[in-house]
């Protein structure tokens, strides 16, 4: 589940000022983990003690309630959703903002079915984004995580989800980076992170593609390297600097969730 988190922390700089280039610095001092790290973690928090239907939203509720400040801060809708869950009211808010499909990761590796997937991914998508395209951004990333890792082709990945969740996925990172713009929604953001991966020819340049169309940046490279671990690998240098990005408590939950749902490590 560190493709996620890298690809976020990797992102994190860019979201803001974004660049349409792959040449750039991977990692530098200013990056940082984002809220999409933060939801990751309480993804996998979520699955490691259950991952029940009813209760994916207390999860992000804690996480978002103890970590109130990450770098770039929250959605705003998301934001309002946590006051609200301070009063109790727990109620989803009709969102189909990628954030459904940023924090879905750990889905793509705890289940073995594509049955499982999809309805995990909904579960964890509906507790906030339960408008339909929010819940298909989540399900379409995490069914590319576990053909990846089952091993899957890039065309069989790239036709099942065309097939499954009616995606476009007939263009490529060249040929959208000049004309492509920031947006916040899943419709907008996990068909080109899905491309990013299937354009890139290694974890780390997947990760590049995605951050060079520029948009949310860091949210498209943690889509992307959720999907690029699964399939390629993330080099060990590369995951021992992620690692040193997180807080003694998020490194625990990553060790504790590789340690039962695996990992892939090159």
Known sequence: MLGSIIGDIVGSIYEFHNIKTKDFPFFSERCGYTDDSILTIATAKWILEGGSQSDSGGYYFRYAFNYPHPKGGYGGGFVKWVH?????????????????????????????????????????????????EGIKGAQATALCILL???????????????????????????????????????????????VAFLDGKDFEDSIRNAISIGGDSDTLGCITGSIAEAYYGIPKDLYAKGLEYLTPHFKNVVKEFEEKYGRKVI
Not at 85 to 92: C, K, Q, V, Y
Not at 118 to 130: C, G, I, R, V
Not at 175 to 184: A, C
Request: hydrophobic content about 30%.
């Open 84 to 132: 609200r869950a301070e009063d109790g009211d727990f109620s989803p808010y009709n969102s189909c903002g990628n954030g459904s499909a940023m924090r879905i990761g750990p889905v793509g590796w705890a289940y073995n079915t594509k049955e499982d997937v999809l309805a995990h991914a909904k579960y964890s998508a509906e507790s906030t984004h339960n408008h339909p």
């Open 148 to 194: 990846a890792r089952q091993g899957a082709s890039k065309d069989e990945i790239r036709h099942a989800i065309e097939q499954e969740f009616g995606y476009d996925l007939a263009f490529t990172c060249d040929g959208i980076r000049d004309g492509y713009e920031w947006g916040g929604l899943c419709q907008n953001t996990v068909p080109q992170a899905i």
